[in-house]
């Protein structure tokens, strides 16, 4: 055989081995996602291109994926000063400077009355007196009460007043800090950032720090860093509350043709398609087709239902082209919800690239055994 012909019989041979076989890919294109969404009609899929025009429609449906949600209370300023509850603990101290005291022996001129707890119906029980209330009051207001009690039975007599929280006049720091534990008010205007400094800060390697308060079986989330910015926010705590700090723990998925494929945490309260991109590392500059960026998002049935706001279909293709302006700046406005799966779909040319490298292997090799041959 020729040398022309033997090179014709191999490349006709490269063509049909490459033909007759896949040729191996890190990724899938994106028409092959598309279509095979397409396809699968018992399982309702929807396809939503990102754009100017689509991102008020997307801005109004519901967050998907898992992490803590709740609501948030502003900062409601409290009184300069604390306020005794029920479960607390009075110390008293009585003076009395009369010789016959009822209280004290001779010689003695004061008596300690300790570790006395306030009753439910908010009252202190006093030798002589019986029953004062005083839940409701400042301890200056308390010790003068007091006072005025015991005067009309001893004239004299002078009253100290101490007071040790109890669990109405605490708050519980459980967790995130460098020293959690239970915290008394030491007025009622102190807020979750004053619990936090008290506990030492927030632990060293969180990112993106949450804060979970718990309040009467009510669950409130935020971020430390949005007290940060704005201190309206900074909420009042009430005796009883519970504060957590956590990092967050949401995270998104990156796969195919991406810088990294990895779980990817959420590093800031809200992440667009366009910060996935640059915590992913960007796109393979080798692999990656810039116009095949999916986002593929799962929501409940109820986001479906006539009537509310949401997707034709619970499960949610949004594809972003990073080759229009367009696509650029909408993607620095669409959000990613957590366990998100952003895809960096493959390039075409890759396959062509691929199958160029194996006919090239192949003709070349051919190359070789002809020169051997002759």
Known sequence: MSDIGRRHFLAIGAGALVAGCDVPRGAARENEILKSAEKDTLSGYAIYPVSRAFLPQAALWPVTGSGPRGDWIARQKGAQHQIIAPGDKVNLVIWDSEDNSL?????QKAVRMEGMTV?????IFVPYVE???ISGMTPETARSQVQEKMEAIIPSAQVQLSLDTGRQNSVDLVGGVASPGSYP????????????????????????PLIRLIRNGTLYVTTVSRLYANPALDTTLRGGDKVIVEEDPRRFLALGAAGREQLVPFPKDDVTALDAMALIGGVSDARADPKG?????????????????GPRETRVIFTIDLTTADG???????GVNPDDLVYVSESPLNTIDTISRILGNILGAGARVNNVAN
Do not use: C
């Open 185 to 208: 008010l030491v007025d009622r205007d102190m807020t979750v950032l004053n619990l936090i400094a008290m506990g030492g800060g927030v632990a060293s390697g969180l990112q993106n």
């Open 103 to 107: 209280l004290t022996a001779p010689e």
């Open 328 to 334: 650029l700046f909408s993607a620095g406005k669409f």
């Open 131 to 133: 029953a004062i209330r």
């Open 119 to 123: 009753a439910p119906d908010g009252t």
């Open 293 to 309: 960026v999916l986002i593929l998002r799962e929501y409940p049935p109820s986001a479906t239902r006539a009537g509310v706001q």
